[in-house]
């Protein structure tokens, strides 16, 4: 992670859960990092701690909606202003709502295209154009999936969810090989975790905490560092190193 100390990371979805331990642990290895959320409270809170334990690194609160394009094109202007531009992007955000195909609202649909398709699409625009304004030549973006991105599981309140993710799979998939055809060694990886103890499942479930208990006494979860630690493990391969995507589970 040498070679990424002093270097700008962005992080979406950085006040809770994954996000905010990936911008963390980033922060610890010395990168700046910029972390968007629509509430920045949680992440002032965050970079109050990372420099009361003196990380090396800064962590940077950006108050975004990823569902409105115009804030995610300011947002980027903003970190070029102040910080150059994007190194490494880490596509967190993503969300879950419980609208079945056979009965679900349009607008829990949209909601879901919004910010775990088209956000995240929008992010990785913009960060690849960041990089090659400054010739930024082994920068690195990484969609945080799901297992459910590559197998349709029998939880019809999530089928949308997946859908979406498999839009990720397709994305990322698609993401490297135009880098590949612009003779850039800029990377893009999936990384696929199985459940994870966060507020997912229980936002999903916010009025049945019965299905939450259900869910986390039939699938060990996973923690958050650890998503951490695939994010520093895929940023730490070397330079010609094409790590495509991980897929992994608690045991």
Known sequence: MERWRGRVALVTGASVGIGAAIAV???RLGMKVMGCARDVGKIQTLAAECKSASHPGVLVPFKCDLTKEEEI?????????????VDVCINNAGLAQPEQLINGKSSGWKNMMDVNVLAL????REAYQSMKERNVDDGHIININSVGGHHVYPVPDLHFYMATKFAVTALTEGLRQELRAEKTHIRATSLSPGLVDTEFVSRLHSNEPEKVAAMY????PLEPKDIASAVTYVLSAPPH??????????V
């Open 25 to 27: 642990e980033l922060v």
């Open 121 to 124: 699409s929008m992010c990785a």
């Open 217 to 220: 006494s039939e699938f060990k």
């Open 241 to 250: 190193v094409q790590v495509g995507d991980i897929n992994f589970e608690a």
């Open 73 to 85: 094109l300011s947002m980027f202007a903003a970190i070029k202003n102040q910080h150059k531009g």
